[in-house]
C-alpha cells in the first residue's frame, strides 16, 4: 500500500516557467514532510521540509504549500532553470518512525 | 570530505555468487540504513541499524544480511544473487532513527547477469 501518492510522474517545463509536483498522503499522524532531490548518478538529498503547523515554506525558489485538511503537500519551483533537471521525491513520516517515499517526478526543464 | 560514502558504485555479478556493498559515515550519526531503488526509481527501506542494533527489517529475503561492526559502518552481504536483485542501492544516515539530518550516499549500482 502507497501510503503517500506523488504525481505526475514526469514533467516538462519550459526555463524561467514554474514547475509543480502534489503528493497526497492519508495518515493524519504523518508529522514531517520533507522534498528529496536526485540527480543522476546520485542518492537523494535534502531540498526543503516542512511541518503541519505551517501552510507554506519557502526556501529561495522551492515553495513547499501544505493543506492539512485536503491531506496533500506540492513543491513549486519557480523560475525553473535546466540545472533543476532532476528526480523529486516527496516523503512524509511521524517522529520516529520511517520515511515513506513518494514514486518520485521526473522534472526535465527545456533551455 | 563524503559524508556517507558508498563502495563500490558499480558491480555487476553473476547469478549465483556472493557480494557485498560496504557503506560508511563520518557525520557522527547513529542511525544507519540500507535502501533499494528499483528501475522506476521506487524508494524501498530495507533495513535501519540504531547503534550496531537493527531495529528495521523489512521484508527482504533472507538472503541479504546487513552488518554493522560499529555505528559508523553497515554493509549489505547478498548471498546467492538474483537477476531481480538488480537494482541501486542506497546507505544513509541519521542522527536519529528518522531524525535530523537524513543523509544519503552516492549509491551502488548491482547489475547481475
Known amino acids: 500500500q502507497q501510503q503517500v501518492k506523488q504525481s505526475p510522474q514526469s514533467l516538462i517545463v519550459q526555463k524561467g516557467g514554474i514547475s509543480i509536483i502534489n503528493c497526497a498522503y492519508e495518515?493524519?499522524?504523518?508529522?514531517?514532510f520533507p522534498w528529496y532531490q536526485q540527480f543522476p548518478g546520485k542518492g537523494p538529498a535534502l531540498l526543503i521540509a516542512i511541518r503541519p503547523d505551517v501552510s507554506e515554506k519557502k526556501e529561495g525558489r522551492f515553495t513547499i504549500s501544505f493543506n492539512k485538511s485536503a491531506k496533500q503537500f506540492s513543491l513549486h519551483i519557480m523560475d525553473s532553470q535546466p540545472g533543476d533537471s532532476a528526480t523529486y521525491f516527496c516523503?512524509?513520516?511521524?517522529?520516529?518512525?520511517?520515511?515513506?517515499f513518494g514514486t518520485g517526478t521526473s522534472l526535465t526543464v527545456i533551455p | 570530505d563524503t559524508a556517507v560514502s558508498q563502495t563500490p558504485k558499480y558491480l555487476v555479478t553473476q547469478m549465483g555468487n556472493d557480494k557485498s556493498i560496504k557503506c560508511e559515515q563520518n557525520l557522527g550519526h547513529d542511525t544507519m540504513y540500507w535502501y533499494k531503488q528499483d528501475s522506476k526509481k521506487f524508494l524501498k527501506i530495507m533495513f535501519s541499524y540504531n547503534n550496531k542494533e537493527l531495529i528495521i527489517n523489512e521484508t527482504v529475503p533472507n538472503r541479504f544480511s546487513p552488518k554493522s561492526p560499529d555505528k559508523a559502518h553497515l554493509n549489505l552481504h547478498i548471498n546467492s544473487l538474483e537477476l531481480g536483485d538488480s537494482a541501486v542501492y542506497f546507505c544513509a544516515s541519521s542522527q536519529q532513527p528518522w531524525g535530523y539530518g537524513y543523509t544519503f550516499g552516492s549509491g551502488t549500482r548491482l547489475t547481475v547477469v
Open positions: 516523503a512524509a513520516s511521524y517522529t520516529g518512525n520511517q520515511f515513506y
Open positions: 495518515n493524519t499522524a504523518f508529522d514531517y
